[in-house]
């Protein structure tokens, strides 16, 4: 089996760190770790794993179909944590644009711990 380094940028391989998380064979223990696998899974295009993370009351904004073209149609080279509270993860995200130049998508993302579990809920993008 091949060890790469998760794409989360964490140092530690993927198998060890936000792939469990995709399987469902642990649940994130934090907002940040919830970010981080969230990132992972546009980086290996899970689009089940996005929209199972989206909290419930914001599904209808987001579809599977969505997750996974926007995850396929971008290269995402990064991921930089720039501070991580209780349920505020604040993040600046690198990828490539159609002109191969690189570019930041940078983002205060908010989540809700319900039943134990970590949810997605929105962002706010900082220009
Ligand atoms: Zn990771």
């Known amino acids: 089996m091949d060890f790469i380094n998760c794409h989360c940028g964490s140092g530690i391989p993927f198998q060890h760190c936000c792939q469990p998380y995709h399987l469902k ?4 223990p934090t907002a940040e770790t ?5 990132y992972s899974a546009f980086v290996v295009a899970d ?13 209808k904004n987001h579809s ?9 149609n971008t290269k995402w080279l990064k991921l930089e944590i720039v501070c991580a509270d209780f349920d ?10 159609r002109k191969f130049q690189t570019e930041v998508l940078h983002e205060k993302s908010n989540f809700r711990l319900e039943d134990g579990k970590w949810y997605y809920v929105d962002g706010d993008f900082y220009s």
Do not use: I, P
């Not at 919830?34 to 969230?38: F, K, P, V």
């Not at 599977?64 to 396929?72: H, V």
């Not at 505020?88 to 644009?97: D, G």
């Open 88 to 97: 505020v993860v604040k993040f600046k995200a690198y990828y490539l644009n």
């Open 34 to 38: 919830l970010m981080r696998s969230r």
């Open 25 to 28: 064979k642990k649940t994130a």
């Open 47 to 59: 689009a089940d794993y996005l929209y199972e993370t989206t909290h419930r009351s914001k599904r």
């Open 64 to 72: 599977k179909n969505g997750y996974r073209s926007s995850a396929k």
